[in-house]
């Protein structure tokens, strides 16, 4: 099992920026890849990225590119997405999931921080 936690969410103006934070506790954090997802309200879930243990291999969702970044730091067990030049249209529950290497789903998720943007 795997325990994720986020934070870091808030109410931020348009332009600004955040750094969401998830922490990650239980089995041993090389084993995942780990993604962010979101998803706002009456819409799909989505990914924002994902980023390998080795943080080699990173991807960001195109549309988000060049103002997201995704990070992990393996000695804390904590992926971080930073946000910047934020959008209204950025408004949603962000979510910190993981996936064993190996596996083709996400198996486990955290229960979301909530970011908001206004105009």
């Known amino acids: 099992q795997v325990q994720l936690v986020e934070s870091g969410g808030g109410l931020v103006q348009a332009g600004g920026s955040l750094r969401l934070s998830c922490a990650a506790s239980?089995?041993?954090?090389?084993?995942?890849?780990m993604g962010w997802f979101r998803q706002a309200p009456g819409k799909e879930r989505e990914i924002v990225g994902n980023?390998?243990?080795?943080?080699?291999?990173?991807y960001i969702a195109d549309p988000l590119k060049g103002r997201f970044t995704i990070s992990r730091d393996n000695s804390k067990n904590l992926v971080y997405l930073q946000m910047n030049s934020l959008k209204p249209e950025d408004t949603a529950l962000y979510y910190c999931?993981?996936?064993?290497?190996?596996?083709?789903?996400?198996?486990?998720w955290g229960q979301g921080t909530q970011v908001t943007v206004s105009s």
């Open positions: 999931a993981a996936r064993e290497v190996t596996a083709a789903e996400y198996e486990y």
């Open positions: 239980g089995r041993t954090f090389s084993r995942y890849t």
């Open positions: 980023v390998a243990y080795t943080s080699t291999n990173k």
